[in-house]
């Protein structure tokens, strides 16, 4: 079997020591979560970096179904913090619950002129793409 990606490493332990190892930079790319189908379908995007204000329903785990806003993203650990979606301490303190972006999903953006840069150049790389693959369909 040959090497799909060339760039990423196949080895266990090169992996992790560049996930774990990683840039804020390539974390924010790791930090992705997917859009909502009406969000998909709207902006032909399937998934995008998480940000902080955007609104996110849980889809694993004990909170499933719970929604709310983003109030931080906690790149180092690789988590975001969502509003509402706490737990109790043993002293009475609310602490937030740490979800992973791929268990969520965005169900509202918060659009700025980059982040509508980011949406429009991948829903033309997308078109492009398509439209490649139409022609190869088209030939036979």
């Given at each position: 079997m040959t090497k799909i990606n060339s760039a990423l490493h196949s080895s266990r332990r090169k992996s992790r020591r560049a996930h774990?190892?990683?840039?804020?930079?390539?974390?924010?790319?790791?930090m992705s979560a997917p859009l909502?189908?009406?969000?998909?379908?709207?902006?032909?995007?399937?998934?995008?970096?998480?940000?902080?204000?955007?609104?996110?329903?849980?889809?694993?785990?004990s909170n499933k179904g719970r929604e709310g806003k983003v109030t931080s993203?906690?790149?180092?650990?690789?988590?975001?913090?969502?509003?509402?979606?706490?737990?109790?301490?043993?002293?009475?303190?609310s602490v937030?619950?740490?979800?992973h972006p791929s268990k969520c999903v965005i169900t509202k953006l918060r659009l700025d002129k980059d982040r509508e840069n980011i949406l429009e150049r991948i829903k033309t790389g997308r078109e492009i793409?398509?439209?490649g693959k139409g022609k190869e369909k088209s030939k036979d």
């Open positions: 774990f190892g990683a840039p804020s930079s390539v974390r924010r790319t790791i909502s189908k009406e969000l998909r379908e709207k902006y032909n995007v399937r998934s995008i970096p998480i940000r902080k204000d955007d609104e996110v329903m849980i889809t694993r785990g993203v906690y790149r180092l650990k690789y988590i975001v913090h969502i509003e509402r979606v706490s737990r109790e301490k043993s002293n009475g303190q937030p619950l740490g979800i793409k398509s439209k």
